[in-house]
């Protein structure tokens, strides 16, 4: 019948066109990976037995950046920092990250680099979530991986050190501080959190609760919303939440999807003003905002040094030249920091939170 | 055929208006939604404003126009998986000609339009000339296309578009009434009046209800097929650039991480529209977003805790559809013959 | 076995064959270009616990869509499963019972799916869309904002013990796949899993009690989802609300890679078996060669559709046409929807 000959050919030829676009595809995504690609450890291929990690002879390593997710904007500032003093470290970033913000996904990636043919010398991840990535960064440790986190963390023992964006407290008292500073101290403010579980987010709505407890007890947190760090359910339940509570007086995104999304809502609702947004996010998204007066107030911290903290803290990691807690160190031109233990064991706080506002946001890209 | 004079001789209890059968669904939704609105604003009476009417309403209209392309595709008795990458490349794709070359809004909506045909072309082919089954093409390109959705990206974000794209997606023209919404409605109506009026939408009909027959009956079954898959992925297309207009934004996930296509099948599903074909309407899809969306406004306001959200989503959706006793399965009972489904009128014997 | 269903046995193992050689062809490619992937093949047989879950859920997908529906709610139960196993643990809970109550929520779901689409005659597909988002629900709630982590060895074992070299995961999957495999191709049960897809009405009629079978397909997916989030609570050594719902989409590329019919009444479990471990190695041995989770994925896709574009082709060489594919499709459909009518009009 000359319909299952066509059939046949058709087959026959999608197959082909399936099967050349296949190559081509993976031929060109293994190169283009979103700015890393899978670089190849320099000169160091020949070094390293058997599932060691790789170091030549002129100290070259690869520092492997594995964040939460491919593609997001602060993350890629990491890495575009860590790149910059990469060179003069003798090192080589490889930024790789799953396309879905899932821990056990995450776990995934890392298993791959720990078994791949050139495993790198150093592990900085953000975890997605606490716990699951755990038993694939203690296999890395096994194999002689160093293992440091930054901005979202895993449990103590899975890593050796980490670098926290911003003390806590500090974050929470930014905050409230200028809402306070706007608003007055009473009244009732909202807080747009990504997730339930979300152990940064959870830790500043908590410094939140306990500066308010002790300083401004007529100000109260009223309803939290969850954007499951998206704009778009942000902006849906930032909306819903304005609407179902008139007497609002600010609304406070703690994530980066939900401050865009929040301000859209308020914007969208013609409260640009009348109900405050002071976020934790990167400006970029928010440009828009800083001239109408919607965005109150934005914090966050220089996405770009941190990279290159990143990378000083690796080479140092690697190198056994990192003090034990209650040390401290210089990285390049970034400065001094400490080892502390507080609150986990080998964390080195980053800096402290940095405001931008419609004076300072151009000087940033991200 | 056999089934058309049962009908004559049980005397049916079916009216002849062709309208009753196809409304049903459409209507049961609507009173449920005009209950939960007046529980609703019993309970908080802000919730019965212009401000958050209008809200709901254009909330809505993103998942409208995937649903309004998902009923194509399962009115065919197929199912397009991969429209929320679609969704997410148009408005990615839009997004960035908007923000880095300042495209106004005309271009923007044939350009995405353009973008989901294009990319319903990947799966019109598998389904339509390869014969793959529709879950099993769609769930490949869910994943070609979303990672191909990360490549174009490019590591950058779409977050400051021109103001003419937002100012559609929030202005209301009428207290209440978003614009965004008579955009919506005009796509519903064009849609309806394709499926019920003109002789392609018959023949999408027929093919869902049963291939074989139509293809007996002369129906070109595979250029159906075709062009069914090439409207999901241009409708889909539209919804980015509707996505763009209500966010502003877009990111190498957009579309995946709202799970647009389950929210979408859940829509046109709860709007009446089968999942084995044949049956469903235009009318269907913004109804059913538009209950999807009442849903979640109705339980933030009723302080349900954001955890309890999707089940209340689920239990909404279970209580639709048994309510709905045309949804159930027809084990021994007397259901609507064809000509009544397809909204053909009966002539008199 | 589906003897109904089958027009040209022939035709049926040759696609467990290819499978069985495509995951030789990919077990020697990965073993030669990646040092680490085999190790002696104690690596190989590590590697697979990490795709065991995914298998486990597969085993119960393939069942019900052998049926002609589909379980959405897999993934979310297992989830939920594991959260349960998880916050009795660090409740003190023995292990034994933890992992009992872990299983029966995931029972309690599928049972409740069964029920519903059984005797209510709900399409499955909404039924299972609104239990996830229930379940998950459940999840987000027990797990609250510190899930549970941290648990004991032995529990760990679970997940990433071994005996001798074969993770202890595995073996739990091989015999799992034997029980199913057996019921669904030896058993009156399972063969009138396929005869329910296939025709529903007609199976009816043959005395197959369809509800009960159906409450019993949905249940025993549930029970296995429940078993599947055990293990992901072990492997990752902690549960978390979303452990278990990302795998339901693999889950059924598994299923559908292995042959089974969409539409249902047509497929092997064992087929599906194989299909897992396809999909799973080619994964886990893409990213150790290096490629980013980006090309994986992508890969994923372009293997799925050229799988099942040489599948169909070769189907339709076999001879069957167009239009008997057609029918075969649609026939169940229509004469499902007109049992009485049909009956009376021979009368």
Redesign the interface.
Known sequence: MSTRKKAGKGTVVAAGIVAAVALVTSACTSGANAGGGNAPTGGASGGGGTGGAVVNNNGDMTLAIVPKLLGLSVFEANVKGAKQVAPNLHMNVNYTASVKASGPDQANVITGLVKSNNPPKVIAYSANDPTSEVPALQAAKAAGIKVIGFDSDVTASARDYFIQDTGYPEMGQALIDAVVKKFGSSGTVGILSSTKDATIQNEWIKAMRDYISSKYPDLKIGPIGYGQSNQATSQTQATNLINSNPDLKALIPIDGAAVPGALAAVKALGQAGKIGVFGIGDPNPNRQYFADGSLTGLFLWDEVKQGQLIAYVARMVADGKMPASGGSFTAGDLGTFTVTNDPAPNTIIFSKPLEFTKDNYAQYDF | M??RD?PAAEKPAWTWSWTSVLVRRELLLVAVMVIIVVLSTLH?S??W?S??IS?ILA?SM?ITFVALGQTFALLS?GIDLSVAPIMGLSAVIVGFRAQDHGMTLLPAVLLGALVGLVLGVGNA??VG?????P???T??????Y???Q??V?????V??IP?QY?DL??KTILPGIPLILLVGLAAVLITALVLRHTVFGRSVYATGE????A?RAGIPVQRVTVICYLVCGLFAGLAGVV?LM????A????GT??NAN?NA??AA??GGT???GGRGSALGAIVGSVFLSLS??AM??A?I???????????A??LT??ADRK??????RR?APTWLRLGVRRRPA | MTGIALARRHRVPAWGVTLTLVLVAELFYFTLTTRHFAEGGKGMLVLTEQFVPTGILALGAAAVILTGNIDLSAGATASLSAIVVGSELQHGTGMGPAILYAIGIGVAVGLFNGLVVALLGIDSLLVTLATQFIATSLATSIGGESPPYNFSPAFQRLGTGLVGVIPVSLLIFAVLSVVVVTVVTYTGFGRALALIGYNRSAAEYSGIRARSVLVSVFTLSGSLAGVAGVILAAYYNSARDDIGTTLLLPAITCVVLGGVDIFGGRGRIGEVVVAVFVLGFLTQGLLIQGRSSLTATMITGFVLIGALIIKVSVERAAGETLLAATRRLVGQRTAARRPLRSLLDRE
């Open positions: 056999a089934e049962a908080r802000y919730f404003s401000r958050n809200f909330d993103v008795r082919l598998l000339i390869v014969r793959l089954p879950i099993i093409a769930l490949g390109t869910l994943s070609i979303g990672g191909l990360f490549v990206t490019g590591g950058r974000q977050d400051h103001v937002t997606g929030s049963d291939a074989e027959a293809y996505y209500r966010t502003g934004s990111v190498a996930t957009t991480d709202t389950l099948i859940a599903l709860i089968a999942l084995t979640l406004s933030v306001f302080g805790p954001p955890i309890w959200q999707p089940a209340g989503v689920g239990g959706i279970l559809v048994l949804a159930r399965r027809p084990i021994g259901i």
